[in-house]
């Protein structure tokens, strides 16, 4: 199985700045996209950001401008730096990703722990 691990969540003025990590470890064949969902209280759980192993890459509108996602495939990981961060941005923040664990196997979608994101006013 997969598991992905992310960190540096926490709380953060409003106009500053995080990065957060995501790294996937286990029984790992091969990982095709990376992504970032988020959760604020009360609302449905949404995409912030998304890479493929090709390199494209998606952003929710309301980041785009704001956040970048990238990736280390060599080492199965995906960031998410986070700039001018809103109020709004607060919310818990989860690791997506899709991958094999063997050869011939189907592609699964793995999801992190969530990470808490608080941006102060």
């Known amino acids: 199985q997969v598991q992905l691990v992310e960190s540096g969540g926490g709380l953060v003025q409003a106009g500053g700045s995080l990065r957060l990590s995501c790294a996937a470890s286990g029984t790992i064949f091969s990982i095709s996209t990376m992504g970032w969902y988020r959760q604020a209280p009360g609302q449905q759980r949404e995409l912030v950001a998304s890479s493929s192993n090709g390199g494209g890459t998606t952003y929710a509108d309301s980041v785009k401008g704001r956040f970048t996602i990238s990736r280390d495939n060599a080492k199965n990981t995906v960031f998410l730096q986070m700039n001018s961060l809103k109020p709004e941005d607060t919310a818990v923040y989860y690791c997506?990703?899709?991958?094999?664990?063997?050869?011939?196997?189907?592609?699964?979608?793995?999801w992190g722990q969530g990470t808490q994101v608080t941006v102060a006013s």
């Open positions: 997506n990703a899709g991958g094999k664990v063997t050869p011939l196997s189907r592609s699964s979608w793995y």
